[in-house]
């Protein structure tokens, strides 16, 4: 992955702050480039952080953990789980 994003070895993300948005790796791996390309055109608002994952996690404060670690805690952090949103209704 490129655009911008580095990867978070440890929490084993791709994170660019700049677009305020983070995919876990398995949901880069596992999804198709057209997911790929409707989560990246998603404008975020800069109050928030948008983090896609291809499972919920079991705890979603990691979330938290993580801006803290970007050193951007006052993000509110949204969590996608590989669903691309088509016209109201969700697909994967």
């Not at 305020?20 to 928030?48: C, K, M, N, Q």
């Not at 996690?57 to 952090?77: D, S």
């Given at each position: 992955?490129?655009?911008?994003?580095?990867?978070?070895?440890?929490?084993?993300l791709w994170?660019?702050?700049?677009?305020?948005?983070?995919?876990?790796?398995?949901?880069?791996?596992?999804?198709?480039?057209?997911w790929l390309?409707?989560?990246?055109?998603?404008?975020?608002?800069?109050?928030?952080?948008?983090?896609?994952?291809?499972?919920?996690?079991?705890?979603?404060?990691?979330?938290?953990?993580?801006?803290n670690e970007?050193?951007?805690?006052?993000?509110?952090?949204?969590?996608?789980?590989?669903?691309?949103?088509?016209?109201?209704?969700?697909?994967?």
């Amino acid at each position: 992955m490129s655009r911008g994003f580095t990867l978070m070895r440890h929490r084993m993300l791709w994170i660019n702050r700049d677009l305020r948005i983070a995919f876990s790796y398995e949901a880069a791996r596992d999804h198709g480039a057209g997911w790929l390309t409707h989560a990246l055109a998603e404008r975020v608002p800069e109050t928030d952080f948008v983090f896609h994952f291809s499972q919920v996690p079991a705890n979603t404060q990691v979330c938290r953990e993580i801006l803290n670690e970007l050193a951007m805690p006052y993000l509110t952090p949204y969590v996608r789980v590989g669903a691309l949103r088509v016209g109201g209704a969700e697909r994967d």
